[in-house]
């Protein structure tokens, strides 16, 4: 159990910086399904992790972070 959470962890990790780099370089619009999405459940992940190292500083980051995306994908809507 304890490597599928570094590896869901890692795959959050992966998520968002793939979508802010996607974004950044204009491979993808912050208007994009996409976009939020990756964010959400990147953060989401890596918030599981968190939680789970007892890592609060970076666990209150995801929330936040996966509650932008939620207005996000709500705005997209």
């Known amino acids: 159990m304890k490597y599928f959470i570094q590896i869901l962890g890692w ?4 998520m968002i910086l793939s979508a802010y780099f996607m974004v950044t370089f204009s491979f993808l619009s912050p208007q994009n399904l996409s976009y939020p999405l990756l964010n ?10 968190t939680f789970h190292k007892k890592d609060y500083q970076p666990a209150f980051l995801n929330i936040i972070w996966a509650i932008i995306g939620i207005i996000g994908l ?4």
Do not use: T
């Open 74 to 77: 709500l705005r997209i809507f």
């Open 40 to 49: 959400i459940f990147g953060s989401i992940f890596v918030l599981i992790e």
């Open 11 to 14: 795959l959050g990790v992966v």
